[in-house]
Antibody, heavy 117, light 107 residues
């Protein structure tokens, strides 16, 4: 069965760092475009970052320079390193897979990140 | 960057009604448009890809249309289980922008 499972969320102070993980099963992360999406409390979906199958990356303007997406092919896991966190980064962070047809066809259950002093 | 604008932002309709949600891209995206459904407290679910291709298992009362800049999601006969927020999204290239969402409620 194709699944994604996020971990690593929690409470962090402004300016702090956190690393999220997204473990995949049923497919190989290196063969797909892999995505992070976030949703602030009571708000809509915001695309955050993508790592393409070739390894190149792309970020939303709101996180560029602070967040880094990566993957470990041996662990079949994707990561999101989040530095210089701000209150406005508080959200549920979902990882997702871009299917062969393009859109996000498989989603994890999400992990909550709270940035607060 | 291309902006995605949905309307309305919220909608209340009766069971059995025909419901239409629109999504407009600020530039043409061909048919690289997806619709997602997010029920309260749940993970988003892909409903439609390529503007009009229904995903496996999605009820046939859902349909999508459009190309270029203007798209619609239609529910032909609203059911109580369709209460959710619906999002459109462009996926032709990054950034993979979502619309702001349309919250659908039962009247």
């Amino acid at each position: 069965e194709v699944q994604l499972m996020e971990s690593g969320g929690g409470l962090v102070q402004p300016g702090g760092s956190l690393r999220l993980s997204c473990a995949a099963s049923g497919f190989t992360v290196s063969s797909k475009y892999m995505i992070w999406v976030r949703q602030a409390p009571g708000k809509g979906l915001e695309w955050v970052s993508v790592i393409y199958s070739g390894g190149s990356t792309y970020y939303a303007d709101s996180v560029r320079g602070r967040f880094t997406i990566s993957r470990d092919n041996s662990m079949n896991t994707m990561y999101l390193q989040m530095n210089s966190l701000r209150a406005e980064d508080t959200a549920v962070y979902y990882c997702a897979r871009m299917g062969s047809a393009g859109p996000f066809d498989v989603w994890g259950r999400g992990t909550m990140v709270t940035v607060s002093s | 960057d291309i902006q995605m604008t949905q309307s309305p932002s919220s909608l209340s309709a009766s069971v059995g009604d025909r419901v239409t949600i629109t999504c407009r891209a600020s530039q043409g995206i061909n048919n690289y448009l997806a619709w997602y459904q997010q029920k309260p407290g749940r993970v988003p679910k892909l409903l439609i890809s390529a503007a009009s291709t229904l995903q496996s298992g999605v009820p046939s009362r859902f349909s999508g249309s459009g190309s270029g800049t203007d798209f619609t999601l239609t529910i032909s006969s609203l059911q109580s289980e369709d209460v959710a927020t619906y999002y459109c999204q462009k996926y032709n290239s990054g950034p993979y922008t979502f619309g702001q969402g349309t919250k659908l409620e039962i009247k």
